[in-house]
């Protein structure tokens, strides 16, 4: 019986090593909760989930994540131009406060059109409020198109019995 579990372990090992090889982004932050982080930083700071990310992902030497992080930074900081604009023109930047939760959709829109979206409508760690917007499903798209088509197929035998 022991021998049982000692090869399920060696096989659940495998699994979990070949898991480890297709992860895209690495984290760098123990077992603490994403969302403590996030609330640790909500204190003085304008995008904690954009601050969360670079401190837990971003390392000197990878590459792929630096880009990711400039990126979301950039938009970020567009975000903070565009509420400014908005404002009398003596405000200073520092001053301006961004819409809610828009320093999670600049950072899972720029790693969803980077890397492509997943599936699935729940953020992990993120709280519940943040939830994505449910990809539509292929039979919903197939039933508009068979609807389509059989708009189309009545039009044709319409015609063809205006011909007859």
């Known amino acids: 019986m022991a021998l049982r579990s000692f090869s399920g372990a060696r096989l659940c090992a495998q699994v979990n090593k070949g898991n480890r090889k297709k992860k895209t982004l690495l984290h760098h932050s123990g077992s603490r909760p994403f969302s403590y982080r996030i609330d640790a930083r909500r204190m ?32 970020s900081q567009l975000v903070l131009q565009e509420s400014a604009s908005q404002l009398p023109p003596e405000t200073l930047i520092k001053s301006v406060d961004p ?17 492509g979206r997943r599936s699935g409508t729940y953020c992990r760690g993120m709280g519940n409020a943040r ?34």
């Open 99 to 115: 819409p809610q939760d828009v320093g999670f959709q600049i950072l899972t829109e720029t790693l969803d059109q980077t890397l």
């Open 131 to 164: 939830r994505r917007e449910p990809r539509p499903r292929s039979s919903a798209q197939s039933n508009s198109q068979v609807t389509a088509l059989t708009a189309q197929v009545a039009a044709l035998q319409g015609q063809m019995s205006v011909i007859l």
């Open 44 to 75: 003085g700071s304008k995008y904690p989930e954009i601050d969360v990310f670079g401190d837990v992902y971003v390392r000197p030497g990878n590459e792929l994540v630096e880009s990711f992080h400039t990126t979301i930074v950039k938009r």
